[in-house]
């Protein structure tokens, strides 16, 4: 069945680079995601990427699509404080079909 | 632009009592959802509707109900609250073109 799963926390000091990793397991998936969760607000979405690339870069976002290996990360330079959150992995297989969530990592940025 | 709009922001319960959360959409999207999130659980979703008309369970629909008789709003119906449905709750629609989801601001529900 579908499956998408995420490390659960990652701890990285202010300045430095942060890297998010996400496997999935159904190769149908047309869209990738990543949403950024504040606390007590909802989701938003950061990025997302179509199944036929394998990078996309954002300002401070950089996303890799390894499709071979089911494999996206998103990689965050010069991690800021104001970056810690929860992050969401999903993907999406089919049109018009709700999108798969990881559990999310929670991103940790000390000063 | 609004967006996706859920009420209320919080409500706490007594178990077994009813309540409705409320959520509208002004994108003109056909796909809605809901979904709770709890923690270590993740986003796991409760119906979700294609279309006005059209719902469909997803992931744990039991002790949900909704309907869908326009397209702008997508209630969610709790029968008869459980301390097991003390969640968070999540609105969203869809976007057709790349398929993201647009969340509303969550609703936050206590059932004692």
């Known amino acids: 069945g579908e499956d998408v799963e995420q490390s659960l926390f990652l701890s990285v000091r202010e300045g430095d680079s942060s890297v998010i990793n996400c496997t999935y397991t159904d190769s149908s998936s047309t869209y990738l995601y990543w949403y950024k969760q504040e606390p007590g607000a909802g989701l938003q979405l950061l990025t997302y990427?179509?199944?036929?690339?394998d990078m996309k870069q954002d300002q401070r976002l950089t996303v890799l699509l390894n499709k071979k290996d089911k494999h996206l990360s998103l990689r965050i330079a010069d991690t800021q404080t104001g970056d810690s959150a929860i992050y969401f992995c999903?993907?999406?297989?089919?049109?018009?079909?709700?999108?798969?969530f990881g559990k999310g990592t929670t991103l940790s940025v000390s000063s | 632009n609004a967006g996706v709009t859920q009420t209320p922001k919080f409500q706490v319960l007594k178990t077994g009592q009813s309540m409705t959360l409320q959520c509208a959409q002004d994108?003109?999207?056909?796909?809605m959802s809901w979904y709770r999130q709890d923690p270590g659980m993740g986003l796991r979703l409760i119906h979700y509707?294609?279309?006005?008309?059209?719902?469909d369970q997803g992931e744990v629909p039991n002790g949900y109900n909704v309907s869908r008789s326009t397209t702008e709003d997508f209630p969610l119906r709790l029968l008869s609250a459980a301390p097991s449905q003390t969640s968070v709750y999540f609105c969203?629609?869809?976007?057709?073109?790349?398929?993201?989801?647009?969340f509303g601001e969550g609703s936050r529900l206590t059932v004692l």
């Open positions: 509707s294609v279309g006005a008309g059209i719902t």
């Open positions: 990427i179509f199944s036929n690339m």
């Open positions: 969203a629609s869809q976007g057709l073109l790349t398929g993201e989801l647009f």
């Open positions: 999903a993907e999406k297989v089919q049109a018009g079909t709700a999108l798969i």
């Open positions: 994108m003109n999207h056909e796909y």
